[in-house]
């Protein structure tokens, strides 16, 4: 995918299990996962540079991925250290690794070109272990950039969202406040006392967001770009009320089918919007509340990576 070079959120490190093979695509390139025996998560692309096989059909022998066609092995930097008709390895006969790093949970992968960023992708400060967390995952059909935008829209909160959430929303005729830089774009309606805000959206680039509902109370969103025509939805539900032991499986239940359906509220619309790559989208006019879509549009058209 022409995506700005970037770490990526590509998937939970709890997906990954020791002694498992996981294949996943992800930015349109099919990848394989797995962990070397120490653990240490591996990505690579899901082909075997010999005669083009999903390695993630082969099997994990001894600290290596070995593909089903013709049993080569291929060690976590990538390169070949077993041909079995050769009885040695063709070290030179290498598999594309990619950098990755895990944080908080998440597995983050670089993608671009040049050299890395050397700096560490971030999580959000505001939730951590002191939450009780729900998860769950789904699948639209539609790029990434339109997932995203949704996300960043406030006016579209008591027409899409107006037999739910749209009820509590503050009117469209009023502009939050903006803060957007390189790294992230943050909404809020300040107080009318002038203090810091409580509630608010935040989007850190490139495919993570947080809506901070209240100090006891956040929702956060990993939008994974699966190929161009499909966007994987991550969502953690981040509670410190009602924390019943016991009964949590049920509270956690609960809020993830509250979840789902103000997710679908949205996706019933954003599936319709063609086309679905907003870089394509010439003729689309934009009002005052996109102002934080048209700063994602400005970050979308920066220096792209690899297609």
């Known amino acids: 995918m022409n995506l700005p070079s970037s770490w990526y959120v590509i998937a939970r490190t709890a997906e990954i299990k020791k002694d498992q093979i996981l294949p996943l695509t992800r930015l349109g390139q099919p990848l394989v996962l797995w962990r070397n025996p120490e653990g240490t998560l591996v990505v690579m692309d899901d082909r075997c540079p010999h005669r083009s096989a999903r390695l993630s059909l082969g099997e994990l022998k001894e600290g290596r991925l070995a593909c089903p066609f013709h049993g080569f092995q291929f060690d976590p930097q990538g390169a070949c250290q077993w041909v079995p008709e ?19 949970g998440w597995v983050w992968m670089w993608w671009g070109t040049g ?134 499986s049920v509270i956690d239940f609960f809020m993830i089918l509250l979840n789902r359906r103000i997710l679908n509220e949205d996706r019933r619309v954003v599936l319709t919007q063609e086309p679905i790559d907003v870089r394509l989208a010439q003729d689309e006019v934009l009002f005052p509340s996109d102002k934080a879509i048209q700063h994602f549009r400005k970050w979308l058209n920066s220096v792209h990576s690899q297609g």
């Not at 050769?86 to 908080?104: D, H, I, M, Q, S």
């Open 86 to 104: 050769l009885g040695r390895g063709a070290p030179k006969l290498c598999v594309k690794t990619y950098l990755t790093t895990e944080r908080e």
């Open 115 to 248: 050299e890395p960023s050397k700096e560490v992708p971030s999580w959000f400060t505001e939730v951590d272990s002191k939450f009780c967390t729900a998860y769950m995952k789904e699948r639209w059909e539609t790029h990434f950039t339109r997932s995203v935008e949704n996300q960043l829209d406030y006016a579209h909160l008591p027409f899409v969202h107006r037999n739910s959430i749209g009820r509590f929303a503050t009117s469209v005729q009023k502009y939050p406040e903006l803060q957007m830089d390189e790294q992230r774009i943050k909404w809020f309606f300040r107080p009318a006392d002038g203090s810091d805000p409580q509630t608010y959206i935040e989007f850190r680039f490139p495919n993570l967001w947080i809506n901070r509902i209240s100090e006891k109370y956040s929702i956060t969103l990993a939008f994974v770009p699966v190929d161009d025509q499909h966007t994987e939805l991550y969502l953690q539900n981040h509670r410190k009320f009602a924390n019943i032991p016991g009964l949590n």
